[in-house]
């Protein structure tokens, strides 16, 4: 018998020229932020530009915007630049409420089709 609770998370990591792309997908909470920041570590070499892409997120947990703040750090540490890729209107919500909008950087791009 599964769990009620089943923690809903996939993430997929990709690299395009100089770029490298991690997608987030389903629940961005603290069950998942360790697996991210492991990867997105891991990517940050020199001048590299991570894009952590959460538009497929249904949920950011507090957790979750605490490591996309120490990533960022990282890169500015590194020499690299880190970026967010967000999709529907409630995510740039959060963003603002949590006063972000004006610290991160934020990817221009495509979001995902489903959002």
């Keep these: 018998m599964g769990s009620r609770f089943e923690h809903r998370f ?3 990591v990709s690299t395009t020229n100089e770029r490298v792309t991690i997608e987030v997908v389903g629940d961005f909470d603290r ?3 360790k697996e991210f920041e492991e990867a997105a570590r891991q990517q940050m070499t020199g001048e590299s ?3 952590a892409d959460v538009s497929g997120s249904s949920l950011i ?3 979750a915007l605490a490591a ?3 990533l960022h750090r990282t890169a500015d540490e590194r020499d690299g630049r880190f970026e967010v890729l967000i999709g529907p209107d409630y995510q740039q919500r959060l963003f ?3 006063g972000l909008s004006g610290y991160l950087n934020f990817a221009e791009g495509r979001p995902r089709a489903d959002c």
Excluded: L
């Design 31 to 33: 069950a998942s932020v």
């Design 61 to 63: 947990a507090s957790s």
């Design 49 to 51: 530009v991570v894009v």
């Design 68 to 70: 996309i703040v120490r």
């Design 96 to 98: 603002d409420i949590a």
């Design 10 to 12: 996939k993430m997929t």
